[in-house]
């Protein structure tokens, strides 16, 4: 067994008993996207965390300690993505990347935006001309300090 293993029984006992991921945020008390961040692999859940998630999946005691292990972080399949949604988030990446680079060191300098000091927001946006998705990223910006 590994984390891959529970991962996978998560999502499978989660499509079965129709569970929605704001549903298990909701039980675990933190956002809808880092529980299912913490569900597919991605973060570490401490042991109420855990507890919560492993009854609501019916998962036993040793794949409940499969959650609180540090996971390897951005795994993906293949090194460009295949799944066509995964894969816009690539290309956005791709055609504004440097855009992003750009304006962020105009605005703050020489350095990073944290993916450890990290919130997201996704919703729903309704449109006439069809539901867009918004998608809000914030992150501490971290300088790259000299010595």
């Given at each position: 067994?590994n984390?891959?293993?529970?991962t996978e029984k998560?999502?499978?006992?989660?499509v079965?008993k129709g569970?929605?991921w704001?549903?298990v945020?909701?039980?675990?008390?933190?956002?809808?996207e880092?529980?299912?961040a913490?569900c597919?692999?991605q973060?570490?859940?401490n042991?109420e965390?855990a507890?919560?998630?492993?009854?609501?999946f019916?998962l036993?005691?040793?794949?409940?300690?499969?959650l609180?292990?540090?996971?390897y972080?951005?795994?993906l399949?293949?090194a460009v993505?295949?799944?066509p949604?995964i894969?816009?988030?690539y290309?956005?990446v791709?055609v504004?990347?440097?855009?992003?680079?750009?304006?962020?060191?105009?605005?703050?300098g020489?350095g990073?935006?944290?993916?450890?000091d990290?919130?997201m927001d996704l919703?729903?946006?309704?449109d006439?001309k069809?539901d867009r998705?918004?998608?809000?990223?914030?992150?501490k910006?971290?300088p790259?300090?000299?010595?």
């Amino acid at each position: 067994m590994n984390r891959l293993d529970v991962t996978e029984k998560i999502i499978t006992t989660r499509v079965a008993k129709g569970l929605k991921w704001s549903d298990v945020a909701a039980k675990v008390g933190l956002s809808k996207e880092w529980v299912t961040a913490a569900c597919l692999g991605q973060m570490t859940l401490n042991e109420e965390q855990a507890g919560i998630v492993a009854e609501l999946f019916g998962l036993s005691a040793e794949e409940k300690r499969w959650l609180m292990v540090v996971p390897y972080k951005g795994s993906l399949p293949t090194a460009v993505p295949t799944d066509p949604l995964i894969y816009r988030f690539y290309e956005l990446v791709s055609v504004y990347g440097m855009t992003f680079k750009e304006l962020i060191h105009e605005e703050f300098g020489d350095g990073i935006m944290s993916a450890i000091d990290f919130k997201m927001d996704l919703q729903r946006e309704p449109d006439p001309k069809g539901d867009r998705v918004s998608i809000t990223m914030s992150g501490k910006f971290l300088p790259y300090k000299t010595y």
